[in-house]
């Protein structure tokens, strides 16, 4: 998954978990670096997921490209 940000849709791919939860066993991670300004969906992730012990929102450390 890329940054925490509305156009890679986290939300979506929540609702799609929840889906797939109904019929299967899974779990979900979301993974990746703290969204850039502006199209933060960070907060609503997080309280996506603060309802399921099943879904982990992991922020790892933004890498700079090399110039």
Request: aromatic share 2%; no cysteine; hydrophobic share 40%.
């Amino acid at each position: 998954m890329g940054p925490f940000e509305r156009q890679h849709d986290p939300i979506g791919v929540i609702n799609a978990y929840r889906l797939v939860k109904r019929h299967h066993d899974v779990r979900l991670v979301l993974a990746g670096p703290p969204p850039a300004p502006g199209g933060d969906a960070l907060g609503d992730v997080q309280e996506a997921a603060s309802h399921d012990p099943d879904i982990a929102v992991i922020l790892l450390p933004r890498i700079p490209r090399p110039s």
